[in-house]
Each structure stands twice: as C-alpha cells, then as structure tokens.
C-alpha cells in the first residue's frame, strides 16, 4: 500500500510517499480502508521531533491521528464492529497513523462514522472536534445560560466550540480575526470581537464563566483572560507550552487541556452532525501525495481551517 512516512525527525522535506506492508491487525483491533486523514498542528511538532517526551514514536512513522473510513478486517476477539463498517476515530498519538492507504486501530476507539456528510470529511471531525467538547463540558462544565468567551475562536476547534457552547444555551463571545469573523457569526457566536484590531480586556465588560483560549498568544494576553472569568469560575488553554492562568484567590482554575480519545463522546458529536445541529467545515482536501507541501504550508502559516488529506488510491 502506499503510506506517508518520515525516518527521521525534521522539516517538511522529510516526508517521503512511498510503498509499504499493508498491516495486518492484531488481537482487539480493526483494519480500516482510508477514506481520509486530516492535518493537525501537532503533526508538525511530533514530525519535528518536538514531542519526544510526550509522544515517543518509532521511526519509520506514518502521521495522521484523525481517521475516517470502512473497516475491511478484524482482528483476535473484536466485537461490536463488522467488516463493511464505516468509522471515525481519534487514533493512539504514538502508533502509525492513517497518512496511508490502510491503517490499524483499536476497536473501542472506533466511532460509527456521520452519514449526513461524506466519509472523507468526517477526518475534519475527532481530534479537534473532541478538543471542543472536553474544554468546555470535562473542564469547563458548561450548562445553559453561562457566558463563554472563546479567545482565537476562526481555527478548527473554534469552530466546533462556538456551535457546542450555543447548542448547550450558552452566550458565545468570540475572537476571531477579521477574515474568519463572518464564519464565526455563523457558527453561531453572539459577539465577535476581531482580535487584530481590538483588545478583548477593553470590550468584556461583564464577567464570563469559562474562557476558552485556542490561541498562540503572549503571556500577558494569556493571562488577562483570567482577569475576565467570575470568582470560581474556569480558563481552559489549549496551548500546553504556556500554563493556564487561574485566580486563587476569586477561585478562577487554569486547567491546560490535553485532548484524550472518547469513543463515546465522539459518537455523540457524529449524533450531532446527523441531527443538523453541528456542522462540520472542510476548508481543502488534499491527496496524500502531497501531505510534505501541506506541511510546509503549514509551517508558514499558511493554512486556514482543517484540511482532510485523501489516499490518492484505494
């Protein structure tokens, strides 16, 4: 089968599509026919070879931990899942990934994939979409009526945020840059604040009960947030190279999210797309072939909204 893999960790240049062992799945785990992979920032870093220590892979390693597509064999002692089925999944950070044509997982990891939209672009749906979900209902405890204000609010989480938070009842402010903004309304934000031009501190007025930051920000930015959340209330980050900001004496929490897999919660959010009420946005699609450019797009800032990547055979 043909796979994307780097042999050592560095730049983009790396990457090399080439012709590997289709893998045979072992004891409690499933073969799945790739229908689609997508690009999330922390493939870079692990490529690069920035996240050794949280992530260790083995060299050769195929990127990808978004999946979507059809099993097509099952291992030793699976239950549950049948040949034919179309999934979704958020696979382990530290085994090889779905940049290929066929890609190995454990089956409770496994997801009915949406039916609503094409099984390609269910890619632009686990990682990102369950990093939406866990900052604001496992951290944030979000229920009806609460402010929340969603801080770089144009990227790909952002996008499942704004529509989760005003789905659960919640005012949404949102910052978004001024190319991303009508996006953002639609999505669903109440307030949208173009984070280019304007400072959040000088526009929220009235305090908010979870800030959610997805943005590379600075410090001091970062930390201003917290200054904007009610006594006990909750700053999630999502940029783990900078500790959350928290209040101890108001009671405000720093909590820094790691993404984890949830099979259920990623069904409740395919429940979601198929009802309508969560809408999933693919801004390209790009063969695999071509994953090392998209890489170096990426590298230089020049990638906006999530990215399915598609086997160019299969």
Do not use: C
């Not at 990457?15 to 004891?27: I, K, S, W």
């Not at 785990?29 to 070879?49: K, L, P, Y």
């Not at 866990?134 to 952002?158: E, P, S, W, Y």
């Not at 994953?291 to 990215?307: F, I, M, Y």
């Amino acid at each position: 089968m043909k796979a994307v893999r780097f042999h050592e960790y560095g730049d983009p240049d790396v990457l090399r599509f080439e012709d590997v062992e289709q893998p045979a799945p072992g004891a409690g785990e499933v073969r799945i026919r790739v229908a689609g992979t997508s690009f999330n920032s922390v493939d870079g870093n692990i490529r690069g070879g920035f996240m050794r220590g949280p992530i260790p892979v083995v060299l050769p390693h195929t990127p990808g931990i978004d999946v979507a597509g059809t099993v097509d064999a099952l291992g030793e002692g699976v239950h549950g899942v049948e040949v034919g089925d179309d999934v979704v999944a958020f696979l382990p950070m530290d085994g090889d990934g779905a940049a290929a044509e066929y890609v190995l997982a454990p089956a409770e990891i496994l997801a009915p994939a949406p039916k609503s939209v094409p099984l390609a672009d269910a890619a632009a749906l686990p990682v990102v979409g369950l990093t939406a979900y866990q900052a604001l209902f496992d951290h944030g405890k979000l229920t009806a009526g609460q402010r929340v204000l969603i801080n770089g609010a144009g990227g790909a989480v952002g996008g499942y945020a704004v529509q989760l938070a005003k789905n659960a009842g919640a005012h949404v402010i949102a910052t978004a840059s001024h190319r991303s903004g009508d996006a953002v309304r639609a999505a669903g934000a109440d307030e949208v604040i173009d984070r280019t031009t304007t400072s959040v501190t000088t526009v929220v007025t009235e305090p908010v009960d979870i800030a959610l930051n997805l943005a590379p920000v600075a410090p001091a930015e970062l930390a201003a947030l917290a200054t904007l959340v009610r006594s006990g209330g909750v700053v999630v980050n999502t940029t783990v190279w900078m500790p959350a900001p928290g209040d101890e004496e108001r009671g405000v929490r720093g909590i820094d999210l790691f993404v984890r897999s949830d099979a259920g919660q990623l069904a409740q959010l395919v429940e979601l797309i198929d009802r309508g009420e969560l809408r999933v946005d693919v801004a390209e699609r790009v063969p695999l072939a071509e994953l090392a450019s998209l890489h170096a797009r990426a590298a230089e800032g020049a990638v906006h909204g999530k990215v399915v990547v598609v086997p160019s055979a299969g």
